[in-house]
């Protein structure tokens, strides 16, 4: 009883110990495909099925996953390639290359090396790009040479499953002669530049002075036109109420003579009187700088009376 009770107990671990392997058998013919990646699922060596994404079945010890494919954008950067520009100036530039797996199929089963197999191609199409250039054209034309490599680079990679998105010179490394003598050629550009910018600001300080000058002629002698318009103004009010003064005294002068002589009217003064006074009223006048004096006919008459009377006193 004991020994077939040990025949059974190591029946039952054997038949637990197959269902366990089975099953690690099934789940691992499950698979299940990332976002962005695609599986080659071979069958007795032979190509079967590209999986997408999602949850997949294969045949236990029949089919395998031959690769997995990233269709992700990659980047690789390549060292630095030795090349010749038409003027035989040896340099040294490595680029940057943007790809993409388009079809895994291709991709897996058309180059051994696809990394190896675009480096090399990038080197060879940069030689021959480069070679057509001198070196000035290959510092100024990064963007043509760009573009021409990434269109050669695509056609090539189109039967490997790739396709190159975009290429770019990372960095250009002439030889340390061209290097100095570029330096130098710079140098000198950024002082004739300098020389020129000087130049130019010292020319407009000075038309800006010579401007500020003549606008500071032109306010001065405004300045100077208009102070003599205000000095001739001020004379000629001077004169006016000079005149206008003199012309008032006199008025009040004269305005006083009358009122004297209305005086002497009305307080009886005969027609004699008057006259003598008229008469030093002219005197008077006579007195001034005139050369000509009219004497009124009553003053006359006045003047023979005086007269006749000298000459009656004179013969008594």
């Known amino acids: 009883m004991g020994f077939l ?16 392997i089975l ?43 031959a690769k997995r494919v990233n269709l992700k954008e990659q980047v690789v950067d390549f060292a630095p390639q030795p090349v010749i ?36 191609l990038t080197a060879t199409t940069l030689r021959n790009i480069i070679g057509d250039l001198e070196l000035d054209e290959t510092l100024t034309s ?44 710079m140098k000198a550009e950024r002082e004739r530049r300098e020389a020129i910018l000087r130049a130019e600001g010292e020319k407009k300080s000075t038309i800006l002075v010579a401007e500020g000058k003549k606008e500071s002629a032109i306010l001065d002698a405004e300045a100077e036109k208009q102070a003599a318009i205000l000095r001739a103004e001020a004379e000629k009010e001077k004169m006016i109420r000079e005149a206008e003064g003199q012309a008032e005294a006199i008025l009040k002068v004269q305005q006083a003579k009358a009122d004297g002589i209305r005086f002497l009217k009305e307080a009886g003064a005969d027609q004699a009187v008057l ?42």
């Open 23 to 65: 099953l690690l058998i099934l789940i691992s013919c499950i698979k299940v495909v990332p976002q962005a990646h695609a599986m080659i699922v071979e069958r007795v060596g032979a190509y079967r099925a590209t999986w997408g994404v999602g949850l997949h079945w294969k045949w236990p010890f029949f089919e395998r996953i």
């Open 275 to 316: 006259a003598l006074k008229s008469l030093e009223t002219l005197g008077e006048v006579a007195d001034g700088k005139a050369t000509k004096i009219i004497i009124p006919s009553e003053i006359q008459n006045v003047a023979g009376l005086v007269k006749s009377v000298v000459e009656v006193a004179k013969e008594q």
């Open 142 to 185: 990064r963007e043509t040479i760009n573009t021409k490599m990434r269109s050669s680079l695509d056609i090539a990679t189109d039967p490997w499953g790739i396709k190159v998105n975009r290429v770019e010179l990372k960095n250009i490394i002439p030889p340390a002669a061209i290097q100095d003598a570029m330096e130098k050629q």
């Open 5 to 20: 009770g040990t025949e059974n107990m190591a029946g039952a671990i054997l038949v637990v110990a197959a269902i366990i």
């Open 85 to 120: 520009t038409k003027d035989n100036v040896t340099m040294r530039i490595d680029t940057v290359i943007f790809f993409q797996i388009t079809d895994p199929q291709r991709f897996t089963y058309g180059v051994e090396n696809p990394l190896m197999a675009i480096e090399n």
